[in-house]
């Protein structure tokens, strides 16, 4: 069972364009919720996290935006740039129970910026 | 800061062989670490969490006779693929997480496998 789903799939956006990327989660003890980055051939890259005491966190050209009712989170990429292509994973987490800190993903985004 | 490395970075070898990943966290010591595989165009799928002086955890369906995790020190866990076979192919990544109760998780560059 897929506890965070992510959508969409594949994006292409042009330079210079908002990238809008959605997460979905079911589980309410999660309370970190992540975004990585991944170019082909490396591990992921931490870009930015958010936990639920906080609507938005923006740093650079991303911003998390967080809806807890909804539990819906969504990076955006502002003027993205070709050297932003690359996948995008979303996840979550709790410290509670016996899942102490334990990452769920989403299943990826692969992110084609045009120039 | 927070830098994880992972040797070796690609690795071939024959299918019943055994091969060993090594994880190590450069500048910080980790007390729990993780180890996943991905296939090509999929997700992390979590293999086993590890901490250090214990036995690892590991999730539903992977064989932990088969994947040995050990997490001899703070900054130091291997995952030994023993009889690889061909299926066994995919690359392997590994995270590290510096305390208990921080949440920032640190991957390595990945290390891929392939088993002729």
């Known amino acids: 069972q897929q506890q965070v789903k992510q959508s969409p799939q594949s994006l292409i956006v042009q330079k ?4 809008i990327i959605n997460c979905a989660y079911e589980n309410t003890a999660f309370d970190y919720f992540p975004w990585y980055q991944q170019f082909p051939g490396k591990g992921p890259a931490l870009l930015i996290a958010i936990r639920p005491d906080v609507s938005e966190k923006k740093e650079g050209r991303f911003t998390i ?3 807890k009712s909804a539990k819906q989170f969504s990076l955006h990429i502002m003027d993205s740039q070709p050297g932003d292509s690359a996948t995008y994973f979303c996840a979550a987490s709790s ?3 016996s899942t102490l800190g334990r990452l769920y993903f989403g299943r990826g985004t692969q992110l084609t910026v045009w120039p | 800061g927070a830098v994880v490395s992972q040797h070796p970075s690609r690795v071939i070898c024959k299918s019943g062989t055994s091969v060993k990943i090594e994880c ?3 500048d910080f010591q980790a007390t729990t670490m993780f180890w996943y595989r991905q296939f090509p165009k999929q997700s992390l799928m979590l293999m086993a969490t590890s901490n250090e002086g214990s ?3 590991y999730e539903q369906g992977v064989e932990k006779d088969k994947f040995l995790i050990n997490h001899a020190s703070l ?3 291997t995952l030994t693929v023993t009889s690889a076979h061909p299926e066994d192919s995919s ?3 590994c995270s590290a997480t510096p305390g208990r109760y921080l949440r920032e998780q640190y991957f390595g560059p990945g290390t891929r496998l392939t088993v002729t």
Do not use: D
């Open chain 1, 16 to 19: 210079g364009g908002i990238s």
């Open chain 1, 65 to 67: 935006s967080f809806n």
């Open chain 1, 95 to 97: 410290l509670m129970g």
């Open chain 2, 24 to 26: 190590r966290s450069l």
């Open chain 2, 55 to 57: 036995k690892a955890t």
């Open chain 2, 75 to 77: 900054t130091l866990s």
């Open chain 2, 91 to 93: 690359f392997y990544i």
